[in-house]
């Protein structure tokens, strides 16, 4: 029992000492929920396009904070703060991706290049091989600007296999453009290295392609995520947060079906008329002795048959006479 209460107040004690977000910013419930809807605002400006996308993102933002009853100074100031804590905003983004997946599900729409892979298991000829962390909030300042990875190569990588790294991005972005770096550094046997970099600034679903090396197998492959503050320096809020994160490798199988058939031995024989006129030189012997001894053929005389001797054959060694 004694046990028991110790093991009470140690927990009220922490929980009493978990730092929380002061009341004159947003709460993280209410921030989830403002995020959400926020989010959904801008997708429907992306989709209404047209030359006022600038105008009506702002309409369907400012639609959101009438919703919740905050000012955008207010939904500002609470950025700021959450920008100082990393690690809530990541939490609370974690939720709202959560939301926005499911959402999509119940409304039926169609699976798209995101989750295509996703029933894939870490072996087979397409596998996703991502076996780390698969969200990652991103602010473009030191220490909290880049995101480093390593993938474990084992005997299930071959010789032509190709990957997909691909991912979910959502931004907040006060002002300025965006720059991200993806970079892939690919080692293969022979200490070959292939690098492959892209810029990205787009929202959405990103896909970046890592081609087949055919010689060689994959002995080390790592890279990062880099998001770029283009020289400013200032507290003007952005962040990016990168959710669902996939690898996804794809076998080359014409590669091991040329190697197979190159490493089997050469069974093809020769015909066997070929063995028969190598082989058989003298039973060729009688059949031409026959023609020499029946004639008959292109004008020719018949040989007459000696009854008395016995011999029709032309013998073939040296002449002599016969005792």
Not at 78 to 101: G, T
Not at 256 to 269: G, H, I, L, Y
Request: net charge negative; glycine share 6%.
């Amino acid at each position: 029992m004694r046990h028991s209460l110790t093991y009470l107040l140690l927990l009220m004690l922490v929980v009493a000492c978990k730092p929380t977000v002061p009341s004159e910013y947003i709460q993280p419930d209410d921030m989830e929920d403002i995020l959400y809807d926020y989010h959904l605002a801008l997708a429907m400006s992306r989709q209404k396009g047209g030359s006022d996308l600038d105008y009506n993102r702002t309409l369907y933002i400012q639609s959101v904070f009438k919703k919740y009853g905050v000012t955008e100074a207010e939904f500002d100031s609470s950025l700021v703060y959450y920008y100082s804590h990393a690690y809530r905003l990541k939490d609370i983004y974690s939720e709202v991706n959560q939301r926005l997946s499911d959402e999509a599900n119940n409304l039926g729409v169609a699976v798209g290049d995101i989750n295509r892979y996703s029933q894939y298991s870490t072996t087979g000829d397409t596998a996703n091989i991502w076996n780390q962390q698969t969200d990652v909030m991103l602010i473009p300042r030191p220490t909290m600007n880049r995101f480093d990875f390593t993938v474990k190569v084992d005997s299930t990588f071959k010789k032509g296999d190709s990957f997909m790294f691909q991912y979910m991005s959502e931004y907040i972005w006060q002002s300025g453009s965006k720059d991200v770096t993806v970079c892939f550094v690919c080692k293969y046997e022979g200490d070959s290295i292939i690098q492959t970099v892209n810029h990205l600034s787009m929202d959405g679903t990103v896909q970046l392609r890592i081609p087949a090396y055919r010689e060689k197998k994959l002995k080390e492959m790592r890279g990062f995520i880099y998001l770029s503050d283009n020289g400013d320096d200032s507290d003007i809020r952005k962040m990016m947060f990168i959710s669902q994160i996939q690898l996804i490798r794809f076998h080359d199988n014409t590669i091991e079906d040329e190697e197979t058939a190159n490493d089997e031995p050469d069974t093809e024989t020769p015909a066997q008329d070929s063995i028969q006129r190598g082989d058989n030189t003298r039973g060729a012997e009688p059949d031409t002795l026959r023609r020499r001894v029946s004639g008959g053929q292109h004008g020719l005389r018949p040989i007459p048959i000696d009854t008395r001797n016995g011999v029709h054959r032309v013998d073939a060694g040296p002449s002599g006479n016969k005792k």
